[in-house]
């Protein structure tokens, strides 16, 4: 039986796909739960090897996101070689050696955001101020955490990519904005003793949901994509 899709339901889809951003403010407009329980229960249809599933979320709204971002501002202010809450990441994110051109493209869009909120180069109180906005979630009204079990291997990572992609391009579908955050992986000792997470789960990233704010500039970045040939290779013959 065929399934084929309308123009106008690609359309669609790629509207999401192409709108989705990584929102760095939000306003402070509330959203629905049962929204959020909807677009939960459509990302959840992301497929996952043997069907395992292996996603966990905790989402924080109201006090329990504020508590959350104090204790998590507190330990990210605090001087390194003070007696503070550990900042050892629940994983490696990034490469333990940088290389061409990863190195290339992480530089340009820190230069572009740091251009556009007007810190210059040098100005590491600025910058640190900046990376301390994520543990507000952007001041969004909603905090997503992630968790996976510790159990699970390399594969249960990768369907997990594609969850968190489905929460993204569902939020777009519903005018709601998006940023996944890296940055919570640092705090994973205070994220499960605020939420109560199991030792058996690790934090896999934390994501800010709400409404974009159209007046605020660090909005107005996009990034820029590798054109196809540079990724893609046709084997025809």
Not at 31 to 37: K, N, Y
Not at 48 to 59: F, I, L, R, T
Not at 122 to 132: F, V, W, Y
Not at 217 to 231: D, I, Q, S
Request: hydrophobic share 45%.
């Amino acid at each position: 039986m065929e399934n084929k899709q309308t123009p106008e339901q690609q359309h669609f889809v790629d509207a999401a796909i192409l709108s989705r951003r990584s929102i760095r403010a939000f306003l402070p407009d509330a959203v629905p739960r049962a929204d959020l329980e909807r677009l939960l229960e459509v990302a959840a249809r992301a497929p996952s090897g043997a069907n395992m599933q292996p996603w966990k979320v905790y989402v924080v709204s109201g006090e329990a996101r504020q508590r959350l971002s104090r204790r998590i501002l507190a330990a990210y202010a605090a001087p390194k070689e003070a007696e503070a809450p550990a900042r050892t990441a629940s994983y490696t994110y990034y490469p333990r050696q940088w290389t061409a051109p990863f190195i290339e493209r992480r530089r340009k869009i820190g230069l572009d955001l740091y251009q556009l909120l007007g810190l210059e180069r040098g100005d590491t109180a600025g910058m640190a101020a900046q990376h301390g906005r994520n543990f507000q979630f952007f001041d969004a009204p909603v905090g997503l955490i992630f968790t996976i079990d510790r159990v699970l291997e390399q594969g249960s990572w990768l369907d997990y990519g594609m969850f968190l992609q489905n929460i993204m391009l569902a939020a777009r579908a519903r005018g709601l904005d998006t940023c996944p955050q890296a940055a919570f992986i640092h705090y994973h000792d205070i994220i499960s003793d605020e939420l109560n997470i199991p030792a058996s789960e690790m934090v896999v990233c934390g994501m800010a949901l709400g409404y974009a704010d159209p007046a605020k500039v660090e909005n107005r970045l996009t990034t820029e994509r590798e054109a196809l040939p540079g990724f893609v290779k046709f084997f025809e013959e």
